[in-house]
Every structure is written in structure tokens, then in C-alpha cells.
């Protein structure tokens, strides 16, 4: 029983939970007031300020490090919702959309700055600001295709069921959009922010120290922290800008991502019963304090007073005219006739400016280049397969890996820099194959990720028959563990080689202080194009990565993946 | 015959360690033999433990004390002569059907052609010819279930342990596949000397086997052993194999003698500590409203009540002990029979039925109340869920207080004797606006 006690209605007021929360809330007004506060200096600020390698600036690095992927984030969403919406509601803009947004995910990131960062440059003249939209769009890049296909995919396969019943009561697209395709999208729209989160990291550093041709601006942040870490050849310093990363990665998956994910599990539509729901003492903390709770009511309100603003339709429930044949000509003659037209543009641009030998060299260096992109994957795959199948058997060791292999996924690869550089100078190794490790440092935890949650979900009978017929050895990795973990590999190792063509750029082209070491590829070309500012070569570079990726993705990955969902997917 | 049991179990035991420390007992004193041409019926609710011991004998597990021996060996690890049939088939759906049924002779690394004899002969006995290539996902489950008993059969093992092999097929399907396993048995046709047959199925039980161990719960032990000596082929109609139903039935809900009353054996515990099991209010009606109607007007046979209502005892059992508990219904010698306020709110409009479930939940559910008293009590009417738990935990496991709180919720929920958010986890007087 409780006893009368005089603070009750002190508690009534403010719970601890409302303390809590009111630290938090205050601290990320701080974050936001001190990280905008430098974005519409006038440029010549950097050079008066330059980087510093001093620990003590890290925090301030790491706010606006944050703050740019998060801004990278947030458009990233923006767009998801927007894109990826109109091509699963269009039937005629998503047959052009879908292809584009495929394209777009096979041109590699860092291509996007060296052919943007012109543009959003001259968006705010002299201003930080610029170079900051040229970062943030750079960013953005490497988070929002992904993001984007998954919203698109859960669209498509909205429950019949579900999407009759929001017709019946005759919801407003508007309406329908918030209450049931968004909820419906949630889940695996935030597992895919998580992974993009990661995915970013790779690319701040690159993204913050930009260098095309003449064009040096280097953002404060922790990428070009770790740049100029490398340019100076201080270990010190790498190992800061770790710890800064492990620490920045901690925090937000307390406080964005497990509350989001512990949230979204309401919007699962099978809901199995027994199953764990997610814990987050930062959504716990949402949810007790009375100050956040008001808030939220008010926001829920908003939300539900734009339902009634946006005007709904009141025509009948008339099956909709069927779609006129001559407007779907039109549509796909105005497409191929655009298609026709930029291809036009760009072979002529490139025609005009290459010789053919340049081009066939650019060919060979892509060769190249896949061919170690091949090699990794097999060699991680042999090393990943069986530790991912491993530890996907044992709940226990999935709960301590998992968290780890994130965190490795987020590893730029310029950190392992001066290691590679040092061994290969010192030991006078061939940087055509020593550097290439550095391609797969990222995304071979892909494979991992995959493999471990595809081993965690063979069903335990499937397990017992294994043991009752006595299936052992090579038998029962060739029979029962291997075909049982396919799909999930498959999807592991399509997302390390998309990586893998992109971390090239980086990989093939190692610089520790003033030496520099270089592996022939087409990554190192289009590195070296980038850093001398020759915008045709740029071109070249990327539109032939890109081509290879989607050719590669159209002839062998995705086949192989229609292949392994039929014939292998457990249901 | 040969003298020596297949298998023997003796003061077999299982407990699994509780996260507290504590371990929680699943199996106690556990005597079984099975001998040649016989098939043992394992009996019982769901969470007695038959299912456990199936996986001790088949060796997936081990057990925390007593002794396994196959044919006079103990038991440690899977043993070549004892094969198992699951109830969700567990077949690899990458495998055709031949290499599914293969794979136990691949493990066995038998020379091909011996393989492929042996198992086109599974296939035929078990009558899937012309399926050899198809997959899994090509066939319906009857078929797949075939396809798990070829796969066990082909290996010529002792023993076939099976688990709950048709429960997961349509009654017309588990019939068929039934009386077929039967008439094969019947005519020795198949490799196997001894059948153990875990099932909840009180028919089945008696349709199969010549001998049926009746298992109860908390923690899972042998209530009885009943002996069934009807001829094969049997008729589930022949006033013989009724009588023998219905007295199962009377065995699985009868009071033990010198014991705790049924309802405390039902659900452990006193007061506060019971432990409930989620029966939603809607079953709690449905059954009175059918009991209370004709043609059983108040007091139904469970044999009659359960095939009228197309509910296994897995489902059944559950609900009838939670309208004993709450004094709706008594429970006694395999029948139902409604009290005076069970056969009232079988008869009352809504609101009415409301305010004698409140009534009854107040009076009879101890949790229920202090719940309620603790809300009157406070100035705010509200209070945490985690209070509650954890008062729960001193009398039983994490998982059972869960389950049990959220049962009595669903319940004051239904009679509006208090609100829950379980956004919040909070309790309250108040209803949401």
C-alpha cells in the first residue's frame, strides 16, 4: 500500500523521467545552436581557422559531423517519401523511375561530389554554406537509394486486405499516405536508415575534405579531421577520430535508433505472439515524461487536423478509367526520347574528348578492378560463411557480434591508411594486390550481417532432423547449413560488391603523408581525374563504373538472387 | 517377441535453469518401456512435457537425471535406431523428395546404389511414387507429411517417435494419412518394431495405440497409464471406444485424491500467486452460450462438447478450468455442468453480463482485486504494471507472471473493472478519452 506522502504531487508534476528528458531535449538544442552557427561564415573562415589535430576540438567535430548526416539523413527521407511514393503510385512514372533510382545506386558516391560540388558551390558564393550543401548532398548520396527502394518495395505489397478497407471507409490519398502506406513502410524504412547510417560513415571523409582540381575546402568535422590526420602522418590522431567515431555511433543508436526501432515494432503487421518485443530506455523515457507526452499529443493533433484540411474525394466508388493507350505512348516516347537525348549528349561530350585508346584502357582498369572485387568477395565469403553460420546457431554469440560488425561497417577505410601504406613501402609488396584489402575493409561485414541472421533463422525442428539422421560433417554444411543461409548470403554479398566498386575510389589510391601508393584499377583513375580537376575523365570514369556495376548487378547478382529466393527461401 | 524392452525410461528427470538460478522442472519420474509391436501414446496438454521427453529418447537433449536405454544401451546423443516424424514436417525445401528421404542414408554413407533402392522403396511404401523430383513447396501438407515418414522409414529404424505427426493437417487429410500408417503397421509391412506417438488428441489416442500414458502438468508427470485392447481396425463409433474417450476425459480432468483441490492443481498457487492462462473473454462466453444451450442445457459431456465445437483438448481444457475457476462452470467427471451465474450470463444482454463477470472476476480472481484495491487506494487511481510483476515474481517465473497479468487484464479490461495503457505499462481507473 502507498502512504500518503507529501511530494505526490510534486511527482504529479514532473516524473524523474521528465528530468531526464529535459537534459536531453536541452542538450540537442545546444547541439543544433552550436553546430549551425559556423554555416553561413563567409569561406575564408576555414583558412583563418584551419583544422586542428588537438583532441579537444573533437566534440565540436563530431557535432558537426553528426549534424551533417543527419541533415543527409533527413533529405534522404524527404526524398524516400516523395520518389519512391510517386513511382509505386504511377504506373507510367515508375517504369521510368525505378531504372533511374537503379542507376543512381550503381554511380559511385564519391563520383556525385567531384561532378556536384561545382554547382553547390556557387549556390552561396563564398559562403561555408555552400561547401556544406555539397557535403550534406554527398552524404545524402550514400543514404537515400537504399532507403528509398525498401519504401518503394513495401508499397508494392501493402496487404490487399488493408489497403480494401482504407478504400471502404474512403480515406484521402493524404489521409491513407499517413495512416496506413507510411506505418505499413516504417519498419523496414528505419532498418534501412540504420544500415545508411553506417554506410555514411564511410564516406565523411571524402565528403567533408573536398579537393577537385582547384577547389580545396576541407569542413570541420571528423572526416577531414582523419584527412589531415593522414596528410600529417599522425597515428595519435587516427586513433582519437576512432574512439570519437565509436563514441558518436554509441549515442546515436541510443537515442535515435533503438527508440525508433523499439516504437516501430507496433507497425509490424504480422505480429507473432512470444516474440521479444525491442527495449529502449531513451523510448521508455519518451513515453513516462510528461513533457515529451504533450508534445507528442499536440503533434498527433497536427497530423490528424491536416487528415481534415486536405480535402477528400467524394466521388463514388467508380472503378478508374482505364488508362488511355495513346497518353502511355506518348509517356514512353517523351521517356526514350530523353534517354536518347542525354545518352546523345554524354557519349558525344565523352566521343569528343577521349581518344579510343583511352577508353579502352579505362575498360581494362575496370577489368581490373572487378576482378578484385570478385576475389574479395570469394575470399571474405570463405571466411565469413562458416563464422557467420557459427555464431547464428548461438543466440548468445549473435548478441555480441552483431553490435561489433556494425560498428566495423562504419570503418572508413582511409583509417587503415597508414598500415597499408607502411607495410607496403616497407616490405616492398605490390600495392596492386596489398591494397586491395582495403576495398572489402567496409562491406565484407555485409556478408556477416546476412549469414548470422539467416543462420539464426532455420527453424529448430529443421536443426533436430539434422541431429536425429545423424547429418554431420561436410554433409551438413553441403545439405542443411549452406542452402538454409543462401538467400541471406546472396543479399550479403550483392551488398559488399555494390560497396566494394565504390570504396575502389578510395582503396586503390593510399596516401600516408607525402607517400603514396597506387594499385591500377579503375578506382585510382577516377581518384586521380578527381584530384587534377579533369572533369571529361570524371565522366568517363564513373559512367563506366556505373555501367559495369549495373551490367554486373543485371547479368549475375540478380539472377543468382531470383535463383536462391525460389529455390532456397524457408518459409 | 523378444523379451527385452526396445526402450526404457527410469525416474527420467528435466529441469532447465531459470535466469534467477532457480531451475524450473518440466519432467519428474518418468517410467516408460516400450516393447516390440507396440505403440505408446504420450497424452497430454500442451507444456506437460511429452514433447521434452520425446526429445530425451530421440537424444537431442539430455535428461537431468534418471537413465535412457535403447535396446538395453544408454542413450547419450541420437541413436541410429530411433527416427522421428515432426509436426510441422521440417522437411529441407531445397531437397526434391528423393534427396529429402536420402539424406538419413547419405548420413549413414551407404554406396549410391544402395541409397537409391532403399529409398525409391520408402517412397513407394509410403505411396509417393511419381513425386520423386517434386519439392516441398509442390506438395500439399498431407503429402509433405508422407514425405517425413518415408524419410524417417527409410533409415529401418527400431523405433519411430512421432510428434504430433497430424496435427497439422485438415481432419480429412489426418484421417487418410492415419488409417494408412495403420494398415501398414498392421500388415508389418513397415521397418519398425516399436511407435511412440506424442499427440493432444484424446481419439487419436485411442484410434492408435495399444497403450496411452496420461501426462500432466506442473511439472510434466504420468497421471496414469491406460491399457486400450479394442481390436484393429478400430471405429471411432463402437460404444466401446466411446467409453474409453470419456474416460480419459474423466481421468485428464479429475480431482487427484489427497491432493490440492483441481483448481489449485489447475492453477499453482494460492491467492495472489495463481498462475492464469490467457483465455480471452470472448471463449469464456462462447463456451457458456454453447453449454448453456441446447442440446446440452447447462451440463455437457467434453467429448461432445469438444467434437460439437471442433476444439482440441489443448483448447478446451484451458477455457473449462478458467469458468471452474471463476465458479461459472464445475468441472467433474468429464463433464461440464454451469453454475446459477454461469447459466445468468449465458441468458444477459450485455451490460448485465458485464456486471456478473465483474462480480465473479472481483470475488474469485485474488489478482484481479488487489489490483482494483490498490487503485481505489491510491489519489492518483493509477499504478505501474512493474509493481504488480514484480509481487508476481516472488510466486512464480518472469514468464508465467507475464502471462498471468496479462490474462487478468484481458479480463478487467472486458469487465471494466480497470484500464490498462500499455504504452505506459500503467494502471488506472480512468477510461481513455
Known amino acids: ?571 | 517377441m523378444n523379451d527385452s524392452p526396445l526402450l526404457q525410461c527410469n525416474d527420467v528427470r528435466k529441469s532447465f535453469p531459470k535466469p534467477d538460478g532457480a531451475e524450473l522442472l518440466v519432467l519428474e519420474g518418468m517410467n516408460l518401456e516400450l516393447r516390440e509391436g507396440q505403440i505408446v501414446g504420450l497424452l497430454g496438454r500442451s507444456g506437460s512435457g511429452k514433447s521434452t521427453l520425446l526429445r530425451l529418447i530421440a537424444g537431442l537433449s539430455e535428461p537431468t537425471a534418471g537413465r535412457l536405454r535403447y535396446m538395453g544401451q544408454p542413450i547419450s546423443g541420437p541413436a541410429p535406431g530411433i527416427a522421428m516424424v515432426f509436426q510441422s514436417f521440417a522437411l529441407f525445401p531445397w531437397l526434391t523428395v528423393f534427396e529429402n528421404v536420402a539424406l538419413g542414408l547419405e548420413a549413414q554413407r551407404m554406396p549410391r546404389a544402395d541409397i537409391r533402392k532403399r529409398s525409391l522403396a520408402a517412397i513407394d511404401l509410403i505411396g509417393l511414387d511419381g513425386f520423386e523430383s517434386a519439392y516441398p513447396r509442390e506438395l500439399s501438407g498431407g503429402m509433405r507429411q508422407r514425405v517425413g515418414f518415408a524419410r524417417a522409414l527409410v533409415v529401418h529404424p527400431n523405433i519411430l517417435l512421432m510428434d504430433e505427426p497430424f496435427s497439422a493437417l485438415d481432419v480429412l487429410t489426418a484421417e487418410t494419412l492415419r488409417t494408412d500408417f495403420l494398415d501398414l503397421w498392421a500388415e508389418g509391412r513397415m521397418p519398425i518394431k516399436g511407435v511412440i506417438l506424442v499427440t493432444h488428441n484424446i481419439e487419436e489416442a485411442v484410434l492408435m495405440c495399444d497403450r496411452i500414458l496420461v501426462f500432466g502438468s506442473n511439472p510434466g508427470r504420468i497421471l496414469s497409464e491406460i491399457k486400450v485392447s479394442l481390436p484393429q481396425p478400430r471405429n471411432r463409433l463402437d460404444p466401446s471406444f466411446r467409453e474409453l474417450v470419456e474416460r480419459i476425459y474423466v481421468e485428464m480432468t479429475a480431482r487427484p485424491l489427497g491432493g490440492p483441490s483441481a483448481r489449485q492443481e489447475r492453477f499453482p498457487g494460492l491467492g495472489i500467486g495463481s498462475v492464469y492462462p490467457r483465455v480471452s473473454s470472448n471463449l469464456l462466453a462462447g463456451l457458456m452460450e454453447a453449454v448453456a444451450a441446447a442440446p446440452f442445457n447447462g451440463k455437457a459431456d467434453l467429448p461432445e462438447i469438444a467434437s460439437d465445437l471442433q476444439m482440441e483438448i489443448d483448447e478446451l481444457f484451458p477455457v473449462a478450468e478458467t469458468l471452474q475457476m471463476l465458479r461459472f462452470a464445475e468441472l467433474e467427471g468429464g463433464d461440464l455442468k454451469l453454475t446459477e451465474d454461469g447459466l445468468a450470463f449465458a441468458h444477459a444482454e450485455v451490460d448485465e453480463r458485464k456486471r456478473i463477470f465483474t462480480r465473479h472476476l472481483l470475488n474469485y480472481v485474488p489478482l484481479a482485486a488487489h489490483i482494483r484495491r490498490v487503485l481505489d487506494e491510491r489519489a492518483s487511481h493509477s499504478a505501474r504494471k512493474s509493481r504488480f510483476i514484480d509481487e508476481l515474481e516472488d510466486f512464480m517465473n518472469e514468464e508465467a507472471a507475464d502471462q498471468t497479468l496479462r490474462a487478468v487484464v484481458s479480463w478487467g479490461r472486458y469487465a471494466e473493472a480497470f484500464a490498462y495503457d500499455d504504452e505506459n505499462a500503467m494502471f488506472s481507473l480512468e477510461n481513455p478519452t
Open chain 1, 1 to 571: 500500500m502507498d502512504r500518503f506522502a507529501p511530494y505526490v504531487f510534486l511527482r504529479d508534476l514532473a516524473s524523474r523521467w521528465d528530468v531526464l528528458a529535459f537534459i536531453v531535449v536541452i542538450g540537442l538544442i545546444a547541439f543544433l545552436g552550436e553546430t549551425s552557427r559556423g554555416l553561413f561564415a563567409p569561406l575564408s573562415q576555414l583558412e583563418i581557422t584551419p583544422l586542428s589535430l588537438d583532441p579537444r576540438h573533437l566534440p565540436e567535430y563530431a557535432a558537426r559531423t553528426t549534424f551533417r548526416m543527419l541533415a543527409g539523413l533527413a533529405l534522404s527521407l524527404v526524398f524516400t517519401l516523395t520518389y519512391a511514393t510517386w513511382a509505386a503510385k504511377s504506373e507510367r512514372a515508375g517504369k521510368l523511375l525505378v531504372p533511374i533510382l537503379d542507376i543512381l545506386q550503381s554511380v559511385p558516391i564519391l563520383g556525385f561530389i567531384s561532378i556536384t560540388v561545382v554547382f553547390f558551390m556557387s549556390l552561396a558564393p563564398g559562403r561555408v554554406l555552400g561547401a556544406e550543401f555539397a557535403s550534406i548532398f554527398a552524404i545524402f548520396t550514400s543514404q537515400a537509394w537504399n532507403m528509398a527502394f525498401s519504401f518503394y518495395q513495401s508499397l508494392r505489397t501493402i496487404p490487399v486486405e488493408l489497403s480494401e478497407a482504407s478504400e471502404s471507409f474512403r480515406l484521402s490519398p493524404w489521409m491513407r499516405f499517413w495512416q496506413l502506406e507510411v506505418p505499413f513502410g516504417l519498419p523496414a524504412l528505419i532498418w534501412n536508415m540504420m544500415m545508411s547510417m553506417s554506410g555514411g560513415w564511410f564516406f565523411v571523409v571524402a565528403s567533408e575534405s573536398i579537393s577537385v582540381g582547384h577547389t580545396t575546402v576541407a569542413l570541420p568535422g571528423v572526416g577531414s579531421y582523419i584527412a589531415l590526420a593522414i596528410q600529417q602522418k599522425n597515428l595519435v590522431a587516427i586513433g582519437w577520430a576512432i574512439a570519437t567515431m565509436l563514441i558518436v555511433i554509441l549515442l546515436y543508436d541510443q537515442l535515435l535508433f533503438r527508440p525508433l526501432v523499439a516504437w516501430v515494432d507496433r507497425f509490424r503487421v504480422e505480429q507473432e505472439p512470444g516474440v521479444r518485443v525491442p527495449d529502449s530506455w531513451a523510448l521508455t523515457m519518451m513515453r513516462r515524461s510528461r513533457l515529451i507526452q504533450g508534445a507528442s499529443v499536440a503533434f498527433h493533433a497536427a497530423v490528424l487536423w491536416t487528415s481534415r484540411v486536405v480535402k477528400r474525394t467524394d466521388e463514388p466508388l467508380a472503378a478508374p478509367p482505364p488508362p488511355k493507350r495513346s497518353l502511355d505512348l506518348l509517356w514512353v516516347s517523351l521517356a526514350v526520347a530523353a534517354v536518347v537525348l542525354g545518352l546523345w549528349h554524354i557519349v558525344w561530350v565523352l566521343i569528343k574528348n577521349t581518344p579510343p585508346r583511352e577508353a579502352l584502357e579505362v575498360c581494362g582498369l575496370a577489368m581490373l578492378t572487378m576482378l578484385r572485387v570478385f576475389i574479395l568477395i570469394a575470399l571474405a565469403s570463405l571466411v565469413w560463411v562458416p563464422i557467420g553460420v557459427w555464431v547464428g546457431m548461438r543466440p548468445r554469440a549473435a548478441q555480441i557480434v552483431q553490435p561489433i560488425a556494425q560498428f566495423m561497417a562504419a570503418f572508413p577505410a582511409n583509417l587503415l591508411f597508414p598500415i597499408a601504406v607502411y607495410g607496403i613501402v616497407a616490405w616492398k609488396l605490390k600495392p596492386d594486390i596489398f591494397l586491395s584489402p582495403l576495398m572489402i575493409l567496409g562491406t565484407q561485414w555485409y556478408i556477416l550481417f546476412n549469414v548470422i541472421a539467416g543462420a539464426s533463422a532455420i527453424p529448430a525442428e529443421m536443426r533436430y532432423v539434422a541431429a536425429n539422421f545423424r547429418v554431420t560433417g561436410w554433409l551438413w554444411w553441403r545439405k542443411v547449413a549452406l542452402p538454409a543461409v543462401l538467400p541471406f548470403y546472396v543479399t550479403g554479398a550483392i551488398t559488399a560488391s555494390g560497396g566494394s566498386w565504390n570504396a575502389a575510389i578510395v582503396a586503390e589510391l593510399a596516401t600516408w603523408g607525402n607517400t603514396q601508393v597506387e594499385a591500377r584499377g579503375l578506382g585510382s583513375y577516377i581518384a586521380e581525374a578527381t584530384s587534377a580537376g579533369d572533369f571529361h575523365r570524371i565522366v568517363l570514369g564513373i559512367g563506366t563504373m556505373s555501367l559495369f556495376v549495373v551490367v554486373i548487378n543485371r547479368l549475375f547478382w540478380r539472377p543468382l538472387y531470383y535463383y536462391a529466393e525460389r529455390k532456397y527461401r524457408l518459409t
